[in-house]
């Protein structure tokens, strides 16, 4: 994304005015203060930095600018906030940096966009006449409202090979546009026919409401039961979740998104009550689904069968859950029963049984690999859940834990999921044993360049960075370099944006440093900068030493005793 064209969009909205739209703000010591309309409370949690531009919940930690905030209350991904706030603001993006290959992008996807609204309504319209009674009774098997019907847009496909090829052309879309946008198929002698014939179609749409692709199903005898929508410039079926835009602002109130599989199971959910819902759309959870949801909400429930098939499932999803950070219970459901059948047969006491049984996400985990696995397979599981974290404070959270709950030696585990060393560090890496210490210490010291951004030239000098022991600290400082004197918001992550709102709060809160205590901050990083290097020093001395006692070679010997005391002699003299 052009960094120009979000600084025109954000220096011509003040994110107060902004923010005001959904929330009531109040003046507290200079800053903003509301009740937060991303978790659920009473209570301003909220502070909005009209000054700094940017806002943070002490509550729930949601934070960032003004583009962020817009993009989560409305559901929006962010070039859809980012578009609509330019419009808002008088920007126009596209002359901001030209490109003419992605203005062709923009106009197809535009018509895609169109051909699929002509498509939803053609369904839809197809549902009420005389042809959709057998969709209609089907609905009406399966418990469906009417009400529910028009809110998720449900339509059918005429049992008809050119139905809707037919009703495109006379919107003036030809059947190649018709084939790239998925709605119309081509066999291998060049033959276009509908996609979708016979079945009852679920409209998917996204986070802005607008149609992308659909899901049918079968409603005679035949295969396959379901067919999804192929990927197309407008859909990628991993992205997506079904429902999730009916879904999104009750999870935003919930705080919670329950996540099945099937399309009607996440209709009955809504009728029965449970608006927080919504499906996989007929493929296995990925990591862009999670970080989807995690916009929304921290907990996911996951609702699957319990055979072994769904068992299996909870375990591959609960794992990548968390690996996100968010809380995750598994509710497994009766043998025999989906969730449509158990909320039609024994309705919301029934469902909400089963949510109270449910276990908690690391719990089901540990639980099934103790039980359906074998050694090898648990280590092998418990050392790739700790790789794939990026985050160090999860690391620190879930090591003791795992290796509590798998019967692993905690030290075992820490060292065979240790990161290779980072590269331009002289020094032997530390054991993985001070992950939470090491956090909290990059903590510490990244707030000052973060509440004291004009020694970021001078930090870097110094080599500031020799001091970050994880991670995700030397990424941030990276940035903090790399966009020194600009906007930093737009280049940080959630994580990386959380703290540095917190790190400039905390500016706000207290007093800044006077001239002696910021003169003393200074020099406790420079002394600690020095530190880490005579440590470095001495520790090439020492090997040096042993190198050379092992080949006999006294001369070298005498040097590097020598060079040792010059050391420990200058190390002496600073303390």
């Not at 943070?56 to 962010?78: K, T």
């Not at 590269?423 to 956090?439: I, Q």
């Not at 709060?505 to 002394?527: K, P, R, T, V």
Request: hydrophobic residues 35%; glycine residues 10%; contains cysteine.
């Amino acid at each position: 994304m052009q960094s120009d064209a979000i600084q025109l969009v954000k220096s011509r909205l003040n994110i107060a005015d902004v923010v005001r739209r959904y929330v009531d703000l109040k003046p507290v010591s200079g800053r903003w203060m509301g009740v937060c309309p991303f978790h659920q409370e009473t209570k301003p949690s909220m502070s909005v930095n009209e000054q700094e531009g940017f806002f943070y919940c002490f509550g729930c930690q949601a934070s960032g600018d003004v583009i962020d905030f817009y993009q989560r209350i409305n559901g929006l991904e962010f070039r859809e906030a980012l578009e609509q706030l330019a419009a808002e603001a008088g920007v126009d993006l596209g002359n901001v940096q030209p490109d003419p290959q992605a203005d062709e992008r923009r106009r197809k996807k535009r018509v895609y966009l169109d051909m699929h609204t002509w498509a939803a309504q053609h369904y839809q319209a197809n549902l009420r006449r005389p042809a959709g009674r057998g969709a209609c009774e089907y609905l009406q098997r399966r418990g469906m409202s009417g009400e529910i019907a028009r809110d998720f847009g449900l339509g059918f496909s005429l049992e008809s090979w050119h139905d809707l090829d037919q009703f495109l052309q006379s919107k003036g879309f030809s059947q190649d546009l018709g084939v790239e946008s998925g709605l119309l198929s081509s066999n291998q002698k060049g033959s276009i026919y509908d996609r979708f014939r016979g079945r009852l179609i679920f409209p998917i749409q996204n986070l802005s409401g607008q149609v992308i692709a659909f899901g049918g199903r079968i409603i005679t005898e035949g295969e396959p039961k379901y067919l999804n929508s192929s990927d197309s410039p407008i859909y990628k079926k991993g992205e997506h979740l079904y429902g999730l835009y009916q879904a999104r602002k009750h999870m935003t109130r919930t705080r919670r998104a329950l996540l099945t599989e099937g399309y009607v199971d996440v209709l009955s959910l809504h009728q029965f009550g449970y608006k927080d819902s919504c499906g996989v759309l007929g493929t296995a959870l990925t990591p862009d689904q999670v970080r989807r949801l995690a916009g929304f909400c921290n907990r996911v429930d996951l609702v699957f069968d319990g055979d072994a098939p769904g068992r299996k499932a909870a375990l591959r999803s609960a794992e990548m859950i968390l690996q996100q950070g968010l809380k995750v219970k598994v509710v497994l459901l009766p043998e025999g029963e989906d969730v449509d059948s158990l909320l039609q047969a024994h309705g919301t006491d029934g469902f909400d049984a089963c949510i109270d049984d449910a276990q908690d996400g690391l719990g089901f985990a540990m639980h099934t690999l103790r039980t359906e696995h074998s050694p090898k397979e648990i280590i092998a599981w418990a050392q790739s859940f700790i790789q794939k974290l990026q985050d160090a404070s999860l690391k620190a959270y879930y090591l003791p834990r795992l290796a509590q709950g798998l019967g692993l030696s905690e030290a075992e585990l820490r060292s065979g999921t240790g990161a290779p060393p980072r590269t331009g560090r002289t020094h032997r890496p530390r054991p993985a044993l001070h992950v939470g210490r090491e956090d909290k210490d990059d903590r510490y010291f990244l707030r000052f360049p973060i509440q004291y951004p004009d020694y970021v030239p001078n930090l870097q000098q110094q080599g500031f960075g020799t001091i970050l022991n994880t991670d995700w600290g030397q990424r941030l400082w990276a940035k903090l370099v790399q966009h020194h004197g600009q906007d930093i918001l737009p280049h940080l992550d959630d994580q990386e944006k959380r703290f540095w709102a917190q790190s400039r709060l905390e500016l706000e809160q207290c007093d800044a440093f006077s001239g002696e205590e910021l003169a003393g901050e200074w020099n406790h990083i420079c002394d600690r900068i020095e530190a880490v290097r005579s440590k470095c020093r001495h520790r090439e001395l020492m090997d040096a030493l042993k190198l050379a006692q092992e080949k006999g070679d006294k001369q070298a010997v005498a040097e590097c005793i020598k060079a040792l005391n010059e050391s420990l002699g200058r190390s002496d003299e600073q303390h």
